[in-house]
Structure formats: C-alpha cells, structure tokens
C-alpha cells in the first residue's frame, strides 16, 4: 500500500492532491482569529465540567498569574497552543462509547460566548463556507495523548457534508478507502487554522425539488478517517499535543434516498 502526501500551498490545496469530494483550506483563519475561536470553544466546555475541574483550573491560573515567568496566557505573544491548560486540569473521557475517540472531551453547541471580541466575524466567515443553512455545530478536543481511530461515518445519522476546523497542535488525519486497495491512503497535515470539508452527497434537482442521493463511495463514507496520536511525514515527526476541533455538519434530510 502507498501513501499520497498533501503538499501543502496556497489558500486551497491543489485538488489533484486531495481525495475525491474533499476540500482543505490550510490557512484559513489568522493566528488571531484562531486565539478567539480556541478561547469560546475552551469557555463552552470549561462551563460544563464538574465543580471539581472548575477549580483545579482556577488554582492553576492563580499560580499561573502570580508567576514572573509565565505570561498571559491569552497574551498576542502567545501560541495558540500555549491556551490550552495541561492535560490534568481537564477532565478527558477515556473512550467514546463506539471505540473510536480516545482520551477527549465534547459537546453540541447551540450557542457561542457573546463577551469574546471578535468572535462573530470569524465565525461569519465560517458560514460563508457552509454548503446549506441548516447546521448542526460539534465541538471535539482531544488530549496530548488523545486519538480518533479508523472508521467509517454511520450514513444513517449523517448529512450531506461536514466541515471541520482545526486549532491547536497539528495532527495527520489519515484516509483509507474501504473498498479499492489500490488507490492507497492519504496523509493530510490538519494544521491550526485550517478548514477542511467533507461531501457526502449529490443533489439532484428534479422540477422544484432538489433530492440528496447518499453516495456510499464519497470520501466520508468510502473512505476509513482517523487523526494519528504519533506519526511522521516528510521526514516531520508529529508528535501528539491538544488540538480541538470545530465540527460543522448538515441536519439529516427528513426524507432522502440512499443510493
């Protein structure tokens, strides 16, 4: 088996490099707009942890503030990777309850922090990239250690197309397809401020009404995804580290037919 490597360039990576109906934007948020995005996707999942973990946070930023050498953590100077908190002060589930996610926390999001600044407008541009209006959003962060192993998407419960943002330490997502051996996997770096989307369906307009056609050999459904722990490529080690992700789907059709 072979692996195809993404090479990386430009806003959008060349499509003779990408899996079918997959399209990968690799800077598409500024370092800024990153820092804001990570911060209300941290506050949405921090608000929901247990008392406990609430406080241990609280501890360690204390200790944090009254340090000379540690810096604001939510300082320009900073990384984006620098906000994340160590692993110990979250509170990581240890499996998801299909086997697949590894050591993360998540959560379904209705609703974003209306005291960041800037968050709005990158979240707009976010929606510019939306392929209907309808959406349901997911948030995914995963541990140092954290891993998404292969599968396959359940097109039982799925839309048409999902959209993914990635922010924090780079991790290779790996494609394998299910059915033509051959054809090999593909590598993809998902860098901090990409943007990555998956379709899964073709729309076929018949008079007025425009039908969704699940196509089973779609990347999302032909195709085994996962996100390495440890990996290397093009002599590039990658080596864990907390990222969180962004999750963008559309709502399942209430009547659709499967191919």
């Known amino acids: 088996m072979h692996v195809r490597t993404l090479i990386l360039g430009g806003n959008v990576a060349p499509r003779s490099r990408l899996p079918p109906d997959f399209h990968y934007f690799p800077d598409f948020f500024s370092i800024p707009e990153q820092r804001v995005l990570l911060a209300a996707a941290l506050q949405k999942l921090d608000t929901a942890e247990s008392r406990q973990f609430r406080r241990l946070r609280k501890v360690f930023l204390a200790a944090q503030t009254n340090s000379p050498v540690a810096g604001d953590r939510h300082s320009p100077d900073h990384t984006v990777q620098a906000m994340f908190l160590p692993d110990e002060c979250y509170n990581f589930e240890e499996g998801h309850y299909d086997g697949v996610i590894r050591r993360f926390r998540e959560m379904h999001v209705t609703s974003w922090p209306s005291d960041i600044n800037g968050l709005l407008p990158a979240l707009e541009r976010l929606q510019q990239l939306c392929l209907t209006k309808d959406t349901q959003t997911h948030i995914l962060h995963l541990a140092t250690d954290g891993e998404i192993l292969p599968h396959v998407d359940n097109i039982g419960a799925s839309g048409s197309w999902i959209m993914g943002v990635s922010l924090g330490s780079a991790r290779i997502m790996r494609l394998e397809s299910t059915e033509a051996r051959d054809i090999g996997a593909f590598e993809i770096p998902l860098t901090s401020g990409s943007v990555y989307i998956q379709k899964c369906a073709v729309s076929v307009e018949r008079g007025d009404r425009r039908t969704h056609f699940m196509d089973r050999d779609s990347t999302r459904y032909g195709y ?16 864990g580290g907390q990222r969180l992700s962004v999750m963008i789907r559309d709502l399942l059709p209430t009547a659709h037919t499967q191919s």
């Open 224 to 239: 085994q995804h996962s996100i390495l722990k440890d990996s290397v490529l093009d002599g590039k080690h990658y080596s």
